[in-house]
């Protein structure tokens, strides 16, 4: 049966089929090669999005440092208190007295509390004492005296716990008299007020072009500018940034703008309680307080408990940089009228300021005006 015809097909048949297997097997290698490759490619997208992801996190942290000081120190200067107080915010409290002289056998006081603004949505009050063996106060801001000794009774605002006032207290054993106040005389003479740099225009007298208010010079009642004037308001501002930059100080105001109105009662109120003469030691009489002029700022903390503290002494170094002085200097009492009042600062501009601030005189002395009730 084997012919050589047959054994010819017979080797061909072998040689396809050994063909077939290698395309086959070169099929195969082709796939596997092609798989892999696939295989490889998205590998590397892998890996590509992993490292563009750790270059987007390494970045962030990069603006983010570089922008936030910007926006800080863009914004930390303009925010203040005044400036940031929604409306209806309590903003400030005025007290009829801040002083009082009691034996300790005497009946309680109550000093009247003016919140502002007066349309304030919520004017509750919450009192305290420093010292409950020396003097007690009730949630309706009843003093009552316990033991001699001194202590501080402070009103904060319950709706802006920043705002806050403080009556000084001091009380004295029974027996014991309280305090007169001294005889006090203005050294210049009253020709000294009619002199050819004074002015009065609309009834507002002006030493030098210095707006003058004191106990010989008085504002009309109808003088109100209904707050601090804006170049006060600046000035104080940049005060009190200087403070806290410079010193790590914490300035604020306060009290500042009073209107005739409000002194009439706060005179009123201290004549009644300490008698007309001890009144006109440390408080003016109305048209005569420099609060009406809108450029006063009583800075913290008004009263004696202030004096000499850190705060202060920053103050009197530095106020006049700002165009501020301290009205009422120590030991200047026989020439402003006022006792020392280390809180009290007027705005006068820059250049008084300085001025009077190198005389180291008081604005009486240095203009040569008096102060003094007719
Ligand atoms: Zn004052």
Known sequence: MSTPNRKKRKSRKKQKQILHFLLLTAL???????????LRHSFALETRTVQEFVVETETIPETESETIPETESETVPET???????????????????????????????????????????????????D????????????????????TICVTSAMNPAVSAT?????????????????????????????????VIGGITYVQGVMLVNKTYSLPADYHPDGLTPE??????????AASD?????????????SYRTQVYLYESYCNRDGKEAADRFSARPGHSEHQTGMVIDVNWAGDAFNDTEEAVWLEKNCWRFGFIVRFPREKEAFTGYKYESWHIRYVGEDWAKKIYDSGLCLEEYFHVSSRYS
């Open 28 to 38: 195969f290698f082709c796939l596997l090669l092609g798989i892999l490759l696939i």
């Open 80 to 130: 203040t208190e005044e400036e940031t107080l929604p409306p209806g915010m309590v903003s400030g409290i005025t007290l009829s007295f801040y002083h009082v002289h009691l034996h300790e056998d005497d009946d309680p006081v109550m000093p009247r509390v003016f919140m502002e603004p007066e349309d304030a949505i919520d004017i509750s009050e919450i009192w305290s004492s420093s």
């Open 132 to 151: 409950e063996t020396v003097a007690i106060v009730d949630e309706n801001g009843t003093i009552t005296p316990e033991n001699p000794g001194n202590c």
């Open 167 to 199: 009556v000084m207290v001091t009380v004295y054993p029974k027996e014991e008299a309280l305090p007169v106040p001294e005889q006090i005389c203005s050294p210049f003479s009253e020709e000294d007020n009619t002199r050819n740099d004074i002015q």
């Open 232 to 241: 006060t308001s600046e000035a104080f501002s940049a005060l009190r940034h």
């Open 246 to 258: 410079e010193a790590g100080l914490r300035l604020f105001s306060e009290s500042d703008f009073r």
